[in-house]
Each structure stands twice: as C-alpha cells, then as structure tokens.
Nanobody, 121 residues
Framework: VQLQAFGGGLVQPGGSLRLSCAASGRALSSYFMAWFRQAPGKEREFVAAISWSGDSTSYVDSVKGRFTISRNNAKNTVWLRMNSLKAEDTAVYYC???????????????WGQGTQVTVSS
C-alpha cells in the first residue's frame, strides 16, 4: 500500500488543522492505521491509532481531548483532526499502516512521506 499524507501548515496556537492520509494500491480496510510525529532532534512519537473498522482508537496522553483520528475505508482515507494546537505539537506528521498495528514505529511496515505542522504566533 502507498500512503500520502497532506494537510499540514502553519497555524497559530489554539488553532486547528486536519491532516489527511490517502491510501492506494490496496484496500485500506486491511490495515491498522496510525499517525506518528517527529520534532527536530527527537525520536518519532506515537500520536494516535485506529483499528481496521474504526471502532477502536487510541491516543498519546498529550493529545487526548484535542486530536481525533478517523477513517473512511470506502474513500481509502484516514484523517487526524487537531484542535487547540500548541507549540509543542510542532513536528513532521506521518501516517503509517500495518496489518497488525500497535503504538511503536517499529511495528509499521508502510509510511507516508510526512507533512509539516508548525504551531507558532
């Protein structure tokens, strides 16, 4: 499966963005999907994940209540809605896919190219 992430940009603190991850090559329903992020000088960090059918989600504590992951298998797309953005959310955001899933980057076989999110006034 090929993944393409987009939707990043520059936003002021407190603002919102919606990231999209478009899949091609194979049905999205075969994959557990996740978003990770990597800030300069830091390791890649788990942000959110969603099960194959979308009935189960998980989040890192720092984004709970602010971010929402969702998917539409018919559209082969996963989204990450980010509200109340903070400067510490600044990072390159990656979508990832795997048949089994989890919350570690090592568990994922397929990655999008990343999209930059910058939160700054």
């Amino acid at each position: 499966v090929q993944l393409q992430a987009f939707g990043g940009g520059l936003v002021q603190p407190g603002g919102s963005l919606r990231l999209s991850c478009a899949a091609s090559g194979r049905a999205l329903s075969s994959y557990f999907m996740a978003w990770f992020r990597q800030a300069p000088g830091k390791e890649r960090e788990f942000v959110a994940a969603i099960s194959w059918s979308g009935d189960s989600t998980s989040y890192v504590d720092s984004v709970k209540g602010r971010f929402t992951i969702s998917r539409n298998n018919a559209k082969n797309t996963v989204w990450l809605r980010m509200n109340s953005l903070k400067a510490e959310d600044t990072a390159v955001y990656y979508c990832a896919a795997d048949a089994a899933g989890g919350n570690s980057p090592d568990m994922y076989d397929y990655w999008g190219q990343g999209t930059q999110v910058t939160v700054s006034s």
